[in-house]
């Protein structure tokens, strides 16, 4: 997961199975969280993540403490250009996760 969106019920509708329930097929996973994401609730992508793991879940977290959510992305869909964009953070997350499924594929 790179940067994944994670949001609580909004008037009482669940968006995210995950937030209520632990994760119904237990993978090894890598979430990528930024640290400053001020599009998802990063907070609550750490609780369902750590819950999980406390679960027996095979869940890795790496967390990249000034990125923001688009921090991995140079350009939007019309070529723009995101101010949160970090190559060298960019670039880390890439190799942790080739490296990661990598480990996955031997």
């Not at 019920?9 to 640290?35: K, R």
Request: aromatic share 10%; glycine share 8%; hydrophobic share 45%.
């Amino acid at each position: 997961l790179l940067a994944p969106w994670c949001s609580d019920d909004v008037m009482g509708f669940n968006l995210i199975a995950s937030v209520h329930a632990d994760f119904a097929v237990q993978v090894p996973l890598l979430a990528v969280l930024p640290g400053a994401d001020k599009v998802s609730d990063v907070a609550l992508c750490r609780q369902i993540l750590e819950r999980n793991i406390v679960a027996g879940a095979p869940v890795h977290i790496q967390e990249y403490p000034g990125a923001g959510h688009t921090f991995a992305q140079p350009v939007d869909d019309y070529g723009n250009p995101f101010g949160d964009y970090d190559a060298s953070v960019a670039a880390d997350a890439e190799d942790r996760i080739f490296r990661f499924l990598g480990g996955r594929l031997d």
